[in-house]
């Protein structure tokens, strides 16, 4: 078996919510009420321990989603870590798509429950932006290379 490692970092993916629900509330129907809008979607500093949780119980998720593969899960500290054992067959180029499928999971899940508050029409697409990339991962994570015959690679290699 193998494993894989996924590290984020928490404040980046606050931050990605940070970003995203400010342009949400810029782009906001209406010239005329913008800065209502802005001041009811975008989040502030005062509400890091509320995005906080909402990151936890996303990464919570994302382990229950996954845990055939969690050999550790770690989300205590300012990095969340995600340790996964996958077969011996797994395809390593698509780590990478792995990792950013993580990342942007754990952005748009915290970002669909921020959303449910605050701007409850948009909450439901974040929600389900979020179920894609956890899907994604988890197709990938089942991803093998085709199997190839010790002759063929040997006449490959000559």
Same mark, same amino acid.
């Not at 996954?66 to 050999?71: D, G, S």
């Given at each position: 078996? @193998?494993?894989?490692?996924?590290?984020?970092?928490?404040? !980046?993916?606050?931050?990605?919510?940070?970003?995203?629900?400010?342009?949400?509330?810029?782009?906001?129907?209406?010239?005329?009420?913008?800065?209502?809008?802005?001041?009811?979607?975008?989040?502030?500093?005062? !509400?890091?321990?509320?995005?906080?949780?909402?990151?936890?119980?996303?990464?919570?998720? =994302?382990?229950?989603?996954? @845990?055939?593969?969690?050999?550790?899960?770690d989300c205590s500290g300012s990095r969340l870590r995600l340790t996964l054992?996958?077969?011996?067959?797994?395809?390593?180029?698509?780590?990478?798509?792995?990792?950013?499928?993580?990342?942007?999971?754990?952005?748009?899940?915290?970002?669909?429950?921020?959303?449910?508050m605050s701007y409850p029409e948009k909450g439901a697409e974040f929600d389900?932006?979020a179920i894609a990339h956890l899907s994604t991962m988890e197709r990938n994570?089942?991803?093998?290379? @085709?199997?190839?015959? @010790?002759?063929?690679?040997?006449? =490959?290699?000559?």
């Open positions: 078996m @193998k494993n894989i490692v996924l590290e984020v970092a928490r404040s !980046d993916v606050e931050e990605m919510v940070a970003q995203s629900t400010a342009y949400l509330g810029f782009k906001s129907p209406g010239q005329a009420d913008r800065g209502e809008w802005i001041d009811r979607v975008s989040t502030v500093d005062e !509400d890091r321990t509320l995005l906080e949780r909402f990151v936890s119980e996303s990464f919570a998720m =994302a382990v229950e989603r996954l @845990k055939e593969f969690v050999v550790d899960a054992e996958v077969s011996v067959a797994y395809d390593g180029s698509v780590t990478v798509a792995v990792s950013e499928s993580f990342r942007s999971y754990l952005a748009a899940s915290a970002l669909g429950r921020w959303l449910r389900a932006e994570l089942y991803h093998r290379r @085709k199997p190839v015959r @010790k002759a063929a690679r040997r006449m =490959a290699a000559e």
